[in-house]
């Protein structure tokens, strides 16, 4: 699945394609609201929830590795025994 693709279908196919295939990678939090990074092919996806509740709210699509910094302070590397 490419991102020229993905982004021509309606948001419904959209989540369940990223819930069926997509590789979760991260998750965080900004304001009132969950983001739940996931990736497939060749573009990363953010599913935007406002928190505590299940309704998708959105999808954001990127490519640029830029769109990762928000995710990179949450990543925490195993110390060296």
Same mark, same amino acid.
């Given at each position: 699945m490419n991102l020229r693709v993905f982004k021509k279908?309606?948001?419904g196919q959209q989540a369940d394609l990223l819930r069926q295939h997509g590789h979760f990678l991260a998750e965080r939090r900004e304001d009132s609201f969950v983001l739940r990074?996931?990736?497939?092919?060749?573009?990363?996806?953010?599913e935007?929830?406002?928190?505590?509740?299940? &309704?998708?709210?959105?999808? &954001?699509?990127?490519?640029h590795p830029g769109g990762?910094?928000?995710?990179?302070? &949450?990543?925490?590397?195993?110390?060296?025994?």
């Open positions: 279908l309606p948001m990074l996931l990736a497939l092919g060749d573009f990363y996806a953010e935007w929830r406002v928190q505590g509740e299940d &309704h998708l709210l959105f999808i &954001h699509l990127f490519q990762l910094s928000e995710y990179l302070r &949450h990543i925490r590397l195993p110390q060296p025994l």
